[in-house]
C-alpha cells in the first residue's frame, strides 16, 4: 500500500484546484525552454540507448548528466527549495 503525499491528496479531493493545476501544468511543459530541455534529455538518452530503462538522467551541478533512480532525482529538495544537485 503507497501512501499519498499531502499534495497528492489535496489535489484527488478538490477537482477544481487539481484542473487548475492541470490548465497551468500543460501551458508550462508547451514553452520553448521546457520543449528544448525535454528534447535534450530524450536525445541523450537514445544516445545511451536506455529505452526500457527506468532510470532518469539526473542533470549536476556543472551540467553534466547521469544516470540516477527516479525517486532520488525527483525526491530531492533541499533547504529553503534550493536544489542540492551532486
Not at 26 to 51: C, D, F, I, M, Q
Request: net charge positive; glycine share 8%.
Amino acid at each position: 500500500m503507497s501512501v499519498l503525499s499531502k499534495s497528492a491528496r489535496y489535489y484527488r479531493r478538490n477537482k477544481k484546484a487539481r484542473d487548475k493545476k492541470k490548465a497551468y501544468d500543460t501551458t508550462y511543459h508547451a514553452t520553448p525552454e521546457r520543449r528544448k530541455y525535454r528534447s535534450k534529455l530524450n536525445v541523450e538518452r537514445r544516445k545511451r540507448g536506455l529505452r526500457g530503462d527506468p532510470r532518469d538522467l539526473s542533470h549536476g551541478k556543472n551540467g553534466s548528466l547521469t544516470l540516477e533512480s527516479k525517486s532520488s532525482n525527483r525526491g530531492r529538495q533541499g533547504a529553503n527549495g534550493k536544489s542540492t544537485k551532486k
